[in-house]
Nanobody, 124 residues
Framework: QVQLVESGGGLVQAGGSLRLSCAAS????????MGWFRQAPGKEREFVAA????????YYTDSVKGRFTISRDNTKNTVYLQMNELKPEDTGVYYC?????????????????WGQGTQVTVSS
């Protein structure tokens, strides 16, 4: 059984930074691509970023390119999302998830395990 636990969310002013962590338990973490999604109030969950199993390839939605950095440490079974130059529109619950290998990388239907989420609030 795989469990994903996010941490690092909080309240920050616009222009500030946060680093989210996602700790994974269970076997095979290093074999899977991992992703981050977010859900703003009243909106659908949307793709933010993903990182390949090795950490060598990353993917970002256009709105966070140049501001967010996804990375992973397979020795710690942890994925990170460094968020800089935060904007109020980045507010939402952030989830990490494991890509199952089928489906679309940027859509939630491609992911089989999800964390409980961590709240990020950016004030203007």
């Amino acid at each position: 059984q795989v469990q994903l636990v996010e941490s690092g969310g909080g309240l920050v002013q616009a222009g500030g930074s946060l680093r989210l962590s996602c700790a994974a338990s269970g076997r095979g973490f290093s074999s899977y691509l991992m992703g981050w999604f977010r859900q703003a109030p009243g909106k659908e969950r949307e793709f933010v970023a993903a990182v390949s199993w090795s950490g060598g390839t990353t993917y970002y939605t256009d709105s966070v390119k140049g501001r967010f950095t996804i990375s992973r440490d397979n020795t710690k079974n942890t994925v990170y999302l460094q968020m800089n130059e935060l904007k109020p529109e980045d507010t939402g619950v952030y989830y990490c998830a494991r890509f199952q290998g089928l489906g679309t990388l940027t859509h939630e239907n491609g992911y089989d395990y999800w964390g409980q989420g961590t709240q990020v609030t950016v004030s203007s």
